[in-house]
């Protein structure tokens, strides 16, 4: 059983376009997450969702729309992709979001190419 | 930054070897937490320590933190080939919403 599972595993497609990643948690958990890894495989945080709601939104364009229809589920959409989107992106899971005990549980990663 | 810095950037060792990285940090922190990233995969959490321990053991692992000088280490213990991976040490951001994660360490075990 999968506790954090994405899909796609690999998405190549052109500049301009409109795509999206999901990402489901079987785990029960309240707190969810998107992170970007580059190529240097630098992890930075982009969005959480605990229970549905957004508590965090870093500085990402607004091409970038994070969307949870439950708590189980985040879906990351970006529209009008660019060269610089070329990333590995992450999603994670929590029990809570904070608290001194909390561990994050990872998917497997989307490599999204753009040409 | 709230960014954690880890070094060696790169380590490579021979099977049966000990392994150790290092973390630092800038700010205060309730807790540290230790991930492994092995080839083209999500991370895997390793260890928790928390602010008011000094050293944690989890099997061949070891984690020691020093906060008076802001900084942790992750030792593993006769490595083995398997071991080989990213190491990221993490640490929450001051709201406690996020966890802000370092450059990592890659360590590459030869048999």
């Known amino acids: 059983d999968t506790a954090v599972s994405q899909t796609p595993k690999y998405l190549v497609t052109q500049m301009g376009n409109d795509k999206s990643i999901k990402c489901e948690q079987n785990?029960?958990?309240?707190?969810m997450y998107w992170y970007k890894q580059d190529s240097k495989k630098f992890l930075k945080i982009m969005f959480s969702?605990?229970?549905?709601?957004?508590?965090i939104n870093e500085t990402v364009p607004n091409r970038f729309s994070p969307k949870s229809p439950d708590k189980a589920h985040l879906n990351l959409h970006i529209n009008s992709l660019e060269l610089g989107d070329s990333a590995v992106y992450f999603c994670?899971?929590?029990?809570?979001?904070?608290?001194?005990?909390?561990?994050?549980?990872f998917g497997p990663g989307t490599r999204l190419t753009v040409l | 930054s709230q960014q954690g810095e880890e070094d060696p950037q790169a380590l490579s060792i021979q099977e049966g070897e000990n392994a150790t990285m290092n973390c630092s940090y800038k700010?205060?922190?309730?807790?540290l937490q230790w991930y492994r990233q092995n080839s083209g995969r999500g991370l895997v959490h390793l260890i928790l320590?928390?602010?008011?321990?000094r050293e944690k053991h989890s099997g061949r692992l070891r984690v020691t933190l020093d906060t008076s000088k802001k900084s942790s280490s992750l030792l593993i213990t006769a490595s083995r080939a398997a071991d080989t991976a990213s190491y990221f040490c993490?640490?929450?951001?001051?709201?406690?919403?996020?966890?802000?994660f370092g450059k990592g360490t890659t360590l590459s075990v030869s048999s």
């Open positions: 700010t205060s922190i309730n807790n």
């Open positions: 994670a899971s929590s029990q809570t979001s904070g608290g001194t005990s909390d561990t994050q549980y």
């Open positions: 785990l029960g958990h309240d707190t």
């Open positions: 320590i928390r602010s008011n321990e």
């Open positions: 969702y605990n229970n549905k709601e957004l508590i």
């Open positions: 993490a640490k929450f951001n001051q709201a406690g919403t996020a966890l802000i």
